[in-house]
Nanobody, 113 residues
Framework: VQLVESGGGLVQAGGSLRLSCAVSGSIFTINDMAWYRQAPGKQRELVARITNGGSTNYADSVKGRFTISRDNTKDMVYLQMNSLKPEDTAVYYC????????WGQGTQVTVSS
């Protein structure tokens, strides 16, 4: 299994970013996928989850601002992040839900105030 995240960067508060995750291996088509994040000094947390059928769930802290989606034809997962806040600053990872022990390198999102 290989998970490759991209799309992070530095953005001002109120801005937007779109994260992408390329998934290789056999985990994608039959599993729920999710985005997680880890801020400095904090534990990794679940941000958003999407089932194989497209149903979604979000952490309360991002509800209404973030949108998770997936393209089953391309084995890709996306996270559209709008109205970003400084507290969204973290390294973002995609993985299966529940997560596998193997993680990608993540993509850094930094939101300046």
């Amino acid at each position: 299994v290989q998970l490759v995240e991209s799309g992070g960067g530095l953005v001002q508060a109120g801005g937007s970013l779109r994260l992408s995750c390329a998934v290789s291996g056999s985990i994608f088509t039959i599993n729920d996928m999710a985005w997680y994040r880890q801020a400095p000094g904090k534990q990794r947390e679940l941000v958003a989850r999407i089932t194989n059928g497209g149903s979604t769930n979000y952490a309360d802290s991002v509800k209404g601002r973030f949108t998770i989606s997936r393209d089953n034809t391309k084995d890709m997962v996306y996270l559209q992040m709008n109205s970003l806040k400084p507290e969204d600053t973290a390294v973002y990872y995609c993985n299966r839900y529940p997560y596998l022990s193997s993680w990608g390198q993540g993509t850094q999102v930094t939101v300046s105030s």
